[in-house]
């Protein structure tokens, strides 16, 4: 059996963008029967510990993702040696991985959107409520492009 990709999803508080990155890629994986193990964090730490944003679990539920589970953590050095990709939700998070990376740490580093339509998933918590949907629109699109890049790097 093919080993499991192991893959990070990242963004700032992990309790928006990465939780749903996480929920949204797990329901698509599961779908197409690649093995994957997941897991999402944050850079900063303020919400250790807590579900998702009631706003994104909300959105998350009206669009067929179930994310209440899911707690947040942060983001660790060892997490360097144990995922495979650490993708990064915004140029914010991708500098600070960027600085925590160690030299010889695995994982291979890149921002979710390469996977989709390019740039930075916005970060909502701040905003009005539809850019939680927007948020899943582009990261339906990215875990797609994601699915696709690691069927064709591993047959
Ligand atoms: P996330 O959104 O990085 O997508 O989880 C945020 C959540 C919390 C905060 C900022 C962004 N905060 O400042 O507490």
Redesign the pocket.
Known sequence: MAKAHTILFI??????????AEGIFKAKAAKTGLSVTLDSA?T?A??VGHP??ER?VRAAVGRGYDLSALR?RRVDIGDFYVYDHILA?DES?YTDLKELQPPDGTATLSMMLDFGSGGE?P????GGPDGFDH?IDLLEEASDGLLRHLKASHA
């Open positions: 963004c700032l508080g992990n309790i928006c963008r990465s939780p749903a944050g900063g303020w919400h998702p944003d994104m947040a939700m998070n998933v970060d909502p918590y701040y948020v």
